[in-house]
Nanobody, 122 residues
Framework: QVRLVQSGGGSVQSGDSITLACAAS???????VGWFRQGPGKEREFVSA??????WYTDSVKDRFTIARDNAAKTLYLEMNSLKPEDTGVYYC??????????????????WGQGTQVTVSS
């Protein structure tokens, strides 16, 4: 079981930037990796994912967020810029050893981080 430990969350103001980190216990360079978020009373939703075959973003963040991976450090990042109140939620990193063409569904991923709160105020 690959363990994913998240850090970097917190409270920020609208327009600010923040970077989330997700450190893996094992090498994830060949994995499909992604980020999801869950607002109050909402279902966990796809934010971004990457694999050597591609990089993907949900429409609401594609102009502002950047997913990145440092394979040597075994760490996944989500660089979040121009944050908006609607970005508020618990953010989760996720990883799966295989990519079969699906990247935006919760059920795709075997391994999950513990989640970290991001709160964006106006």
């Amino acid at each position: 079981q690959v363990r994913l430990v998240q850090s970097g969350g917190g409270s920020v103001q609208s327009g600010d930037s923040i970077t989330l980190a997700c450190a893996a216990s094992d090498k994830i360079s060949t994995y499909l990796v992604g980020w999801f978020r869950q607002g109050p009373g909402k279902e966990r939703e796809f934010v971004s994912a990457m694999h050597w075959l591609g990089t993907w973003y949900t429409d609401s963040v594609k102009d502002r967020f950047t997913i990145a991976r440092d394979n040597a450090a075994k760490t996944l990042y989500l660089e979040m810029n121009s944050l908006k109140p609607e970005d508020t939620g618990v953010y989760y990193c996720a990883a799966d050893p295989r990519y079969d063409g699906t990247y935006d569904r919760v059920t795709t991923y075997q391994h999950w981080g513990q989640g970290t709160q991001v709160t964006v105020s106006s």
